[in-house]
């Protein structure tokens, strides 16, 4: 599909940095004021600076499991080896011990994703230049298959907490950048794709709203099916991407990140009709769940605003409630992205963002 939705590769930094706090630190400022040609070597240089602050502090290190043939006991015997050695008549114990390790399951995938970025032609020979010293520091940390990861399964706490951002930055791009195969091995493609860019957009959306009008609630809550009887097996999920409550008015965003905000048939534009049913469900079940107290619940699918001729802004009055259809152009200074999620606030609940 051809791509016509245009974004400054500079916002992708911002979004980022509502998405993931730590970007927000005084050793990232620096990355808000360079121009980038390439999402990648925007990746790069995030980092660039990341991995060398982690750098700084150590590089997490965990206990491993290692089995090996020893002439004395370290650790616990493992008997079924030690056998087969008496039986062979060799002096030697196999031996199960644990070791302080740097071949951690983090550092491999921070490992992965910056040699994946140094294969790329897109990203600039200084950036190159910086992740081959720091990946100098990894060279005891293994290599692994992106498709192994299981992300879901991955933990954080005290002692690792400093990785969080940049796992979840390798992530994005482990899942995001389209893999291509060539001679045996991964490499990433130049473009970020819908699904990727996508995540990015509903995060940022719900983290801007979360962190910039404190006075509001945000978040990303699931909405209750309206059952006559209660049973609902077999009912799918209702997960908003992002619903926003103040006092007794709450309002459900649909973030949507498309080529094409409309379709067209036979030379006529609608909307996404299965967009417009979704958030009109996803309304019409919130409403009933707060049947009984005062309320006002609105709908609104905010498309990425692309570069066709026609862009939805509209607004309907469905069975007593607001649906908007919105688009939030991404292609220029982030100052005019701020203002247009600032009007939607100030329309629906009244409340302006402090200076």
Known sequence: MKQNRHILI???????????????????????????????????????????????QGLYRDYQIRMEDISTMRGRIDMPGTIRHKIARRQILSCEYDELSENTLLNQI????????????????????????????????????PSSIRWERLRFHRNNQTYQMLIGL???????????????????ASFVDDQWMCRLYEKFILEYY???????????????WALDDGIGTMLPVMQSDI??????????????????????????????????YQIFTYVKNQEAELAGRPHAVSGMLLYAHTDETIQPDQSYRMSGNRIDVRTLDLNCEFTAIAKQLDQIAEDFFGVKRSA
């Open 10 to 56: 500079k916002n992708i930094y911002y979004m980022l940095s509502y998405a993931f706090q730590a970007l927000r630190q005084s050793n990232f400022d620096d990355i808000a004021t360079e121009e980038f040609d390439h999402a990648q070597n925007l990746f790069a240089a995030i980092l660039c600076r990341g991995i060398g602050a982690q750098l700084k």
């Open 110 to 145: 921070l490992k992965t994703t910056v040699m994946l970025l140094l294969k790329s032609s897109e990203v600039e020979a200084q950036y190159k230049d910086i992740l081959k010293r720091e990946m100098l520091y990894f060279s005891a940390v293994d290599l692994i298959e």
């Open 170 to 188: 390798c992530q994005l791009i482990l899942q995001g950048m389209l893999l291509t195969t060539e001679c045996g091995e991964n490499r990433l």
């Open 210 to 224: 979360s962190r910039e009008f404190p006075e509001l609630h945000v978040a990303a809550s699931q909405i209750h």
């Open 243 to 276: 619903t926003i409550s103040y006092h007794d008015t709450v309002l459900i965003i649909d973030a949507k990140y498309y080529s094409h905000t409309t379709q067209g048939r036979y030379g006529a534009h609608t909307l996404h009709s299965n967009n417009l």
